[in-house]
């Protein structure tokens, strides 16, 4: 019997292009698809499917929003509700898959999407799901998926509550020999090579004791900043200019004493257009 899927994007090319690849592999059928998180959740509980493929930001209520949604329903109801489906997250911004989606109770395709991996983000849920045609997933917990995406949210620094760990309001940044203590305000961009993450500000440059954009991300607020490029981090505040560049791609003029010139990777480029409707 195929698995019952929907399909949630706000990407009508993507959710075709999803389609497509299911039914050229075959055992999962998509009953339904929805372009936003709200349109998730009340498919979820009008098909009860048993695979959801989730897009990570969309407009209005985003992929993590409808989840957070979902688990606060079911805590509230507190009755014996049909369990979650397994959750496997669409996105084209790798870092939330560095960050959390080593975790048994999801997925996560990037895109644009792999017919490798589709099947493989497939084979692993009928593995989970105890189905036939693929072995046991290693240190698959048999727990509730409920319980499961609740450590997942936690991992992602998005507890199902309406409130967030608050970041910290400054930063320490090393020059030379001093250890500056500045407002994340202050801060135009943040770069790393070949494993040292430089801090610019307008009036100086200095070093990140952090080892990692995305663990410096996490110090962030991610209201005003932004993972424009694999190598860059910018403060949305701190854009000079935004520039056109080669094949409909982008350059960020920032308003640091060198004006630099930061690239946005064509996964961002989306990210882009919805900050300065362009």
């Known amino acids: 019997m195929p698995l019952s899927a929907l399909i949630i994007d706000d990407e009508k090319l993507a959710r075709e292009e999803l389609k497509f690849l299911l039914d050229s592999i075959g055992d999962v059928e998509v009953v339904a698809q929805g372009a936003n998180g709200i349109e998730a959740v009340d498919l979820i509980e009008e098909h009860h499917p048993d695979l959801v493929f989730l897009d990570v930001q969309m407009p209005g209520m985003d992929g993590f929003a409808a989840l957070d949604h979902l688990l606060a329903r079911r805590r509230q109801t507190q009755t014996e509700a049909e369990p979650l489906p397994q ?13 959390a989606f080593d975790v048994n109770a999801v997925d996560y395709l990037l895109k644009p999407f792999d017919r490798g991996r589709v099947v493989a983000a497939v084979e692993r849920v009928k593995a989970r799901m105890g189905g036939e045609g693929a072995g046991p997933v290693p240190g698959a917990a048999a727990e509730p998926i409920e319980s499961q995406l609740e450590a997942l949210m936690r991992l992602l620094n998005r507890p199902s509550s309406p409130a967030r760990a608050a970041q910290p309001s400054k930063l320490i940044v090393q020059t030379q020999n001093r250890l500056l203590l500045i407002d994340q305000a202050e801060i135009c961009f943040a770069a790393i090579d070949e494993g ?8 100086f440059e200095g070093q990140s004791k952090c080892r990692t954009l995305e663990e410096l991300m996490e110090l962030l607020d991610p209201t005003h900043f932004w993972r424009a490029h694999r190598g860059y981090v910018v403060n949305i505040d701190h854009i000079r200019e935004v520039v056109p560049w080669f094949k409909s791609s982008y350059q960020l003029r920032m308003n640091d004493k060198q004006q630099t010139e930061i690239p946005v990777s064509r996964a961002q480029t989306r990210r882009l257009k919805e900050l300065f409707n362009l």
Not at 196 to 203: A, D
């Open 196 to 203: 040292v993450i430089r801090i610019v500000t307008r009036s």
């Open 87 to 99: 959750i496997v997250f669409a996105t084209a911004f790798d870092q939330y898959a560095v960050r």
